[in-house]
């Protein structure tokens, strides 16, 4: 432990939270706004988990570690109720949040406005409409009941019965009520990012959210990389009192300073390592027997003028969605959900640059990368992510300057929560959608008095949106009989 630890601990703390993840900041500031004195223990040199940034390629270009386009940030009921504006954080917007091309050099366009995108899609625009319209028009409700745990009554049940039946069937069938490539394309994109397979039950669930996300508060950016949202809300706890010490990993019970109440922004299994033999025998067996599913393996790119796409607009786009039709994606989903590395694997493109082009240098831009691969996997994915990219766009590897590899033994050497290279900190199967880490009243309590688990294994999932840790916190503080909200 270190000595800055040392010396500020010597009584016991109101709170203490493990990890500096966008969850662990959020639960600290959760609990500050309460009034407790709150402590942060982050393992890394540098605060922030997966939303950090830094220069990956040639000096000066901002590349984001982790995570890079924030729907779930300005739709977070919590993030967006946080001055977090006057800690330095600005949204920036591209014209266009999301492309996806496809072979025959056109690409579907998703942006904020509804009748924007769905006349882009011509046949389909009235189904596009129709489809997504309901969901919008009360989409901060919605988004109070979803971006929570789904095993409670919802506060606005109407728009969660709305989503619900959207969620409920497989993206390739939801998909099928479209017309064209793109619509379909454009929708199964957005499903993939749950990593789940495109034909299994409630995969349209990820898919709807973000569609209507960026129809109401857009796929921004943040201003200057994604560690300004950490910057800020590490301002913003500070201001309240709370204190952050780097450098500092918990690896068992002895490693906590004492507190009356604990919360880990890590994942089950970690806790099970730290806090088990205190924990009823049941919970340990849940947070052990949790799962992971597919990995990430990112790409950061440097390259000369951006990427030359075919397709007309693709370039004014913050992120590209790269894989083709919906039945290659579907295709290389279903492979590496089976342990098989696809030869066209689908990819999540990042020109953050577009929104914000403070972090370019020059004519050199940076590029974010990365594709779905299985999980652990340890051959070399880069010629796969570079073709499939080049497939959209000729030409586009000999603009490449420079790159950086993250492979998924990194990502879980740089954060031991993306166990096996899942980023998402958990698979999303139907149980673990449903309930998650282990099914339970309440998803945040460890079952050991005063512990809790904020990390993005908890509802609502992965993403930026802080959500995991604010309810936590709230757990804590009805632990503590203190008022939660
Ligand atoms: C490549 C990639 C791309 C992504 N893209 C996006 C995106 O575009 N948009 C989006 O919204 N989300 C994205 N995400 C997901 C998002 O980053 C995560 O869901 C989010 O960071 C989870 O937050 P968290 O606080 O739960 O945990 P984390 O961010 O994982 O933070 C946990 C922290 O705990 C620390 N820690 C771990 N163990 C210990 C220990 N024993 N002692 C002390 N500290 C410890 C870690 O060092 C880390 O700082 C992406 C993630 C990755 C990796």
Redesign the pocket.
């Known amino acids: 432990m270190s000595e800055a630890l040392g010396r500020d601990m010597s009584d016991t703390l109101d709170a203490v939270v ?9 639960a600290a500031v959760t609990l500050a706004q309460a009034g407790l004195r709150v402590t942060v ?4 040199d540098e ?5 950090r940034t830094a220069e990956l390629t040639v000096p000066g270009l901002k590349h ?10 300005v739709a977070s009921p919590f993030l967006s109720s946080l001055p977090l504006e006057e800690f330095g954080l600005r949204w920036r917007y591209a014209d266009i949040d999301l492309a996806h091309p496809l072979d025959d050099g056109t690409a579907g366009l998703l942006s904020r406005s509804i009748d924007e995108t769905a006349d882009g899609l011509g046949p389909d625009a009235k189904r596009w409409r129709r489809m997504f319209g309901p969901l919008l028009r009360n989409f901060d409700n919605l988004a109070a009941d979803a971006l929570g745990p789904l095993l409670r009554v919802p506060s606005h049940p109407l728009e969660m019965a709305k989503l619900g039946a959207l969620s409920v069937l497989p993206a390739t069938i939801t998909a099928r009520a479209f017309k064209t490539e793109a619509a379909r394309a454009l929708f199964v994109g957005c499903a993939a990012h749950s990593f789940r397979p495109l034909g299994s039950l409630m995969s349209s669930a990820l898919g709807t959210m973000h569609v209507v996300s960026a129809h109401s508060g857009g796929w921004p950016a943040a201003e200057g990389g994604s560690a300004a949202i950490t910057r800020a809300l590490a301002g913003l706890l500070e201001s309240l009192g709370g204190t952050i010490v780097t450098g ?4 068992s019970a002895g490693d906590l300073p004492s507190a009356r109440v604990t919360l880990f ?2 994942g089950p299994r ?1 806790i099970a390592e ?1 806090i088990g033999d205190r924990m009823p025998a049941r919970r340990v067996r849940g947070y052990r027997r949790y799962r992971y599913g597919p990995a ?1 393996y ?1 790409v950061d790119l440097a390259v000369r003028e951006g990427i030359p796409w075919t397709a007309p607009d693709v370039g004014r786009a913050g992120t590209v969605h790269i894989g083709g039709s919906m039945a290659d994606l579907a295709a290389a989903e279903s492979q590496v959900n089976r342990g098989i590395m696809p030869e066209r694997p689908f990819l ?1 493109v ?1 020109q953050q640059y577009v929104a914000d082009p403070g972090r370019s240098v020059g004519d050199v831009h940076p590029i974010w990368v ?1 594709a779905h691969v299985p999980s652990g996997y340890t051959g070399d994915a880069t010629p796969a992510i570079l073709a499939q990219i080049e497939r959209f766009a000729p030409g586009f590897t000999d603009r490449i300057v420079a790159q950086q590899v ?1 492979t998924p033994a990194d ?1 879980e050497a740089y ?4 166990v096996g290279g899942d ?3 958990g698979q999303n199967s139907l149980r673990q959608l449903v309930s998650r880490p282990v099914f339970a009243p309440d998803a945040y309590a460890t079952g050991v008095p005063g512990m809790f688990v ?4 908890t509802p609502p ?5 802080g959500m ?2 604010h309810h936590a916190a709230n757990s804590a503080l009805r632990y503590l009989d203190l008022t939660a909200s």
């Open positions: 493990v990890g500096s993840g966008p969850n662990g900041l959020s223990l982050e393992r890394a605060i922030g988990g997966g939303t984001d570690i982790c995570s890079a386009v924030h729907p779930f940030g500092c990993e918990v690896k922004d890590i970690a730290i990430a990112k999540l990042g990365y993250m990502f954060n031991p929560n993306y980023i998402i900190s904020c990390s993005a294994a999932g992965a993403g930026t949106h995991c840790g």
